[in-house]
T-cell receptor
Framework: DGGITQSPKYLFRKEGQNVTLSCEQN?????MYWYRQDPGQGLRLIYY???????QKGDIAEGYSVSREKKESFPLTVTSAQKNPTAFYLC?????????????FGPGTRLTVL | DQQVKQNSPSLSVQEGRISILNCDYT??????FLWYKKYPAEGPTFLIS?????DKNEDGRFTVFLNKSAKHLSLHIVPSQPGDSAVYFC?????????????FGKGTHLIIQP
């Protein structure tokens, strides 16, 4: 039963603390992505990774960091430098082959900064 | 600079009728378009896509139309059912751009009235 899992579903953090959101996929996809959704907004790309040990900044990377040590895993760290971290975070993956652009999404993590 | 626009934040349609969701884009490099459906507090699920070499793609009750000259696409749902009530996101990618994520519109909240 292939898919993408994100944990936890809800996360609370005090201001000034770093927090790491988990994303795991067993779809054997090369590409993985992190998006952020705010109320009334579309999804905005934070970081993406085409392959293990490689990742690139998206449109709103400031205050975030990622790692891609394994094909299955792409954790996102929200650092204290992120000025407005309260949001719904979505992880996605896709087969990085020519003509295949569909992305599959995880269930999301809602982060609230107290 | 919003490259993918969904100008209707919400749309109300009677059950059994046709729902038409619209999307406009500005980037002429976009060559692949997708529609995603999203329920609250869940990740988006892929609905249907269309390549720029086509002007129509149909999958069951869902049909996507692409008008390249007008940089416009639409999603038709016929007949509309209560379970179709959700937020629908239009997304686009450029040639070879699958690896760096999709550009999303802000979404249209479809409400199916009984």
């Amino acid at each position: 039963d292939g898919g993408i899992t994100q944990s936890p579903k809800y996360l609370f953090r005090k201001e000034g603390q770093n927090v790491t959101l988990s994303c795991e996929q067993n779809l054997n996809h090369d590409a993985m992505y992190w998006y952020r959704q705010d109320p009334g907004q579309g999804l905005r790309l934070i970081y993406y990774s085409q392959i293990v040990n490689d990742f690139q900044k998206g449109d709103i990377a400031e205050g975030y960091s990622v790692s891609r040590e394994k094909k299955e895993s792409f954790p996102l760290t929200v650092t204290s430098a992120q000025k407005n971290p309260t949001a719904f975070y979505l992880c996605a993956s896709s087969i990085d082959t020519s003509g295949s652009y569909e992305q599959f999404f995880g269930p999301g993590t809602r982060l609230t900064v107290l | 600079d919003q490259q993918v626009k969904q100008n209707s934040p919400s749309l109300s349609v009677q059950e059994g009728r046709i729902s038409i969701l619209n999307c406009d884009y500005t980037n002429s490099m976009f060559d692949y378009f997708l529609w995603y459906k999203k329920y609250p507090a869940e990740g988006p699920t892929f609905l249907i896509s269309i390549s720029s070499i086509k002007d129509k793609n149909e999958d069951g009750r869902f049909t996507v139309f692409l008008n390249k000259s007008a940089k416009h696409l639409s999603l038709h749902i016929v007949p509309s059912q209560p379970g179709d009530s959700a937020v629908y996101f239009c997304a686009a990618s450029a040639a070879g751009g699958g690896a760096d994520g999709l550009t999303f519109g802000k979404g249209t909240h479809l409400i199916i009235q009984p």
